[in-house]
């Protein structure tokens, strides 16, 4: 595996379920990145992690709940989503803050 | 105020054309500059990046940074149907936060 890769790459959810998105990046960078992007609409930005420390959370909803047990790899856990929550959710990585950042491929996330 | 702006477009330019991509910044100590295409439904992808006032050509791509106006741009040369994306200008100010635009819209028409 190479660049920066995430799983699974569609997730259908009920507002019920609890499911885990995961990324990985094999770039041995050292700050990891959520991000949220809805049809039509800019990146929002939703955690920063930096050596494993989360540095930032932009005032998302408790529902979505980030973890980062190493640099390589960073999971959003998601539980009683809203409709409103689909959305293209994307990882990205950095050597460190402020430097270029590469993006996954994304998961494309459905809440019925 | 937006920290990173840019023009939403849509942008049209005929195949073969110089298309100019645009984009400002609010915070004066930006020290670092990129541009990103995002084909629909994918991801973004990194074209350039520059850290330094002028230009930086890679390719059909130049990348133009003029930090006194605070503005950044991307021309793209000879532009061709398959440089049709959006564009996303991102900026790293100095508090190490990255911003990203809203993205202009570029079709390029055979």
């Known amino acids: 595996e190479t660049g920066v890769t995430q799983t699974p790459r569609h997730l259908v959810m009920g507002m019920t379920n609890k499911k885990s998105l995961k990324c990985e990046q094999h770039l041995g960078h050292n700050a990891m990145y959520w991000y949220k992007q809805s049809a039509k609409k800019p990146l929002e930005l939703m955690f920063v992690?930096?050596?494993?420390?989360?540095?930032e959370n932009n005032s998302v909803p408790s529902r979505f709940s980030p973890e980062c047990p190493n640099s390589s790899h960073l999971f959003l856990h998601l539980h009683t989503l809203q409709p409103e929550d689909s959305a293209l959710y994307l990882c990205?990585?950095?050597?460190?803050?402020?430097?270029?950042?590469?993006f996954g491929p994304g998961t494309r996330l459905t809440v019925l | 105020q937006k920290e990173v702006e840019q023009n939403s477009g849509p942008l049209s330019v005929p195949e073969g054309a110089i298309a100019s991509l645009n984009c400002t910044y609010s915070?004066?100590?930006?020290?670092?500059f990129f541009w990103y295409r995002q084909y629909s439904g994918k991801s973004p992808e990194l074209i350039m990046f520059i850290y330094s006032n002028g230009d930086k050509e890679d390719g059909r791509f130049t990348a133009q940074l003029n930090k006194a106006s605070q503005y950044v741009s991307l021309l793209i040369r000879d532009s061709q149907p398959s440089d049709s994306a959006t564009y996303l200008c991102?900026?790293?100010?100095?508090?190490?936060?990255?911003?990203f635009g809203t993205g202009t819209s570029l079709t390029v028409i055979p």
């Open positions: 991102a900026v790293a100010n100095t508090g190490n936060q990255f911003y």
């Open positions: 915070d004066r100590g930006s020290q670092s």
């Open positions: 992690y930096n050596f494993k420390e989360q540095t």
């Open positions: 990205a990585s950095s050597q460190v803050l402020a430097r270029e950042q590469f």
